[in-house]
């Protein structure tokens, strides 16, 4: 119990100070309960003794006030502290998570699923946003306020005191068993939540193939044997809870009937006399209830652990720019150098070598699967190479930061991502401290602007996640618009033009050349034309490069090239 009261502590960061308070105001609130027992310590002395002075009752009622108003007080402003300190908590965390995660190979969400970092982020994040802090408050200060109860009834008659401490010390012993019993449980459920997060983000992906395949019953069993997985093993909690705390209940009612008990033994055997008797009574219903508190938090603390333990994993994920610094290279040439790649043990690039000069532009060719994508994204450090090394301006990849890597390369891929969010903010992701006409100048150049001025809200208008209200084409410029504000030297093109319809590739066609003026560009595409002008052309095949020069000298070779351009046929099913 105490690791974990520990860990939470740990994981509240600078929230902290806010929990610290929180436990302080608890503590006040204790003294103010205190005011209550005095009050009625009051009264009943001087009605015992007979005296029936108004003025008594008066100073009676006032401290009752004063101590009813003061708990409200502590209470109102202790639970202001938890909240700011499990909301805060968790938010701190979701953003360290989004940082992390812009710093990370791109392997790791191959490896990953998508589910499972959504799954921290919200159901695991949100269950620590809600019980994080009230745990360790609930604990720390239903111990500190048993200890004060504990004293003030010791003081009263040390007897009944002992009672009191016995009895929590029982019922900690069984909150203790039940936390250490839930150890096992505790991370099966929390897994079950991550799998149902993940069963239903795929399930909701995949529903225009369940829909057009009418498999609406039948295609969701991973669903329902995830929501399955999550039901049985809330369940198993809960079945192990429930034992434990009707255990816990029946024994702090059995030892507040036997403090009734003995003190009505103790007065009539006169070893106790009539005042404390009837205070240990009226106290028998109060003095559990704040280590009543604390153990029904300590039962979930093995919960809010593995919460963590879950939550913590990001913080294990390998960063790639962990030994990087920020570099203005010299020059903006490209060069892999005996470079070898592989996903997890599939070989993707054998010892693959060449150069692009700085403001040149190269083609990179070959059938699907060859490689192509794996070479551009090698150069925007998406992955690390297992051997050799790929170079910018003369200097290694791995000796930039991560940012300063970034600022030289503008990327354009053939599935564009738009954030539910306005059409002036998706561009902005090209350069934030852009302002309005900076935005409107790169979307003209682009070929955008007639058609975001067409829009309910022109540049304003919020489009839906994943920019699914726009056509390809649109979504295409908007990303290229995106590109021309970074103005980035060096630019990729990962089939930018494919699957476009013929009405938006001329319009994309003058964008890209916009794009790409008199800068260093790597591009893949399927459509000679765009290919043909290239200062150098790569042919990729089975991981290396097969074929290298211009079109005009590989058209002579017998080799891929050729056999592409000059027979149609063996086109279907190529990209280039």
Request: overall charge neutral; charged content about 20%.
């Amino acid at each position: 119990m105490i690791e974990t009261l520990k860990k939470i502590w740990s994981f509240a960061g600078v929230e902290k100070s806010n929990i610290n308070k929180s436990v302080i105001l608890n503590f006040i609130y204790a003294i103010f309960s205190m005011g209550e027992i005095a009050a009625i310590y009051l009264i009943l002395s001087k009605v015992l003794e007979g005296n029936q002075n108004l003025k008594n009752a008066w100073y009676s009622l006032g401290l009752l006030l004063i101590s009813i108003l003061g708990k409200a007080c502590m209470k109102y402003f202790s639970q202001l502290q938890q909240t700011h300190a499990g909301f805060f908590m968790a938010a701190n965390k979701r953003m360290q998570i989004a940082d992390k995660l812009k710093r990370v190979p791109m392997g790791y969400f191959n490896d990953n699923s998508l589910g499972e970092i959504t799954g921290v982020a919200t159901t695991v994040l949100e269950l620590l946003e809600f019980q994080a802090s009230v745990v360790l408050v609930n604990v720390l200060g239903g111990l500190v306020n048993a200890i004060i109860f504990s004293i003030v009834i010791i003081a009263f008659d040390w007897r009944i005191g002992l009672l009191v401490v016995l009895g929590t010390l029982i019922y900690l012993l069984i909150s203790s068993s039940m936390e250490k019993k839930s150890a096992t449980l505790a991370p099966e459920r929390q897994k079950s939540q991550t799998v149902m997060v993940s069963a239903v983000l795929e399930y909701l992906q995949g529903m225009s193939v369940v829909k057009s395949f009418n498999l609406t019953g039948k295609g969701d069993k991973t669903l329902r044997d995830a929501l399955e997985y999550n039901c049985e093993s809330n369940l198993k909690i809960e079945k192990l809870f429930t034992p434990y705390i009707m255990l816990q209940g029946l024994s702090l009612q059995i030892f507040s009937v036997a403090i009734i008990l003995f003190s009505v033994n103790f007065y009539l055997n006169g070893t106790m006399v009539l005042l404390n008797a009837l205070m240990m009574i009226i106290i028998s219903f109060l003095v559990f209830s704040h280590i009543q508190s604390a153990g029904s938090s300590i039962s979930l603390l093995r919960i809010v652990s593995s919460a963590m333990d879950e939550a913590n994993q990001t913080d294990k994920i390998p960063e790639i720019d962990e030994n990087g610094r920020p570099i203005t290279p010299k020059g903006y040439g490209i060069q892999f150098k005996n470079v070898f790649f592989s996903y997890e043990n599939k070989k993707i690039l054998n010892n693959v070598s060449f150069t692009i000069p700085e403001k040149t532009t190269t083609a990179i060719v070959g059938p699907s699967g060859s490689g192509k994508t794996t070479l551009c994204n090698l150069i925007a450090r998406f992955w690390d190479v297992d051997s050799g090394s790929v170079s910018i301006g003369g200097e290694n990849i791995k000796a930039y930061s991560l940012e300063s890597l970034m600022e030289q390369i503008s990327m354009v891929f053939q599935k564009v991502y738009l954030f539910a969010d306005t059409i002036e903010n998706n561009i902005k992701f090209g350069r934030p401290s852009a302002n309005h006409e900076e935005v409107v100048a790169a979307a003209k150049k682009a070929c955008c602007h007639d058609f975001i001025m067409a829009l309910p809200s022109g540049y304003d208008t919020v489009i839906g996640e994943g920019g699914d209200t726009l056509s390809g084409g649109e979504k295409q410029r908007l990303s290229i618009a995106r590109a021309l504000l970074k103005d980035a030297p060096i630019v990729i093109l990962d089939e930018a033009t494919a699957n476009v319809d013929p009405e938006n590739e001329d319009k994309l066609q003058i964008a890209i050349e916009a794009l790409t003026h008199n800068k260093t560009i790597i591009m893949i595409a399927h459509r000679l034309k765009t290919v043909r002008n290239a200062n150098q052309i790569l042919v990729v095949n089975d991981g290396s490069i097969v074929q290298k020069g211009t079109h005009d000298a590989l058209i002579k070779e017998d080799g891929i090239y050729s056999r592409f351009i000059c027979t149609r046929e063996q086109a279907v099913g190529w990209k280039l």
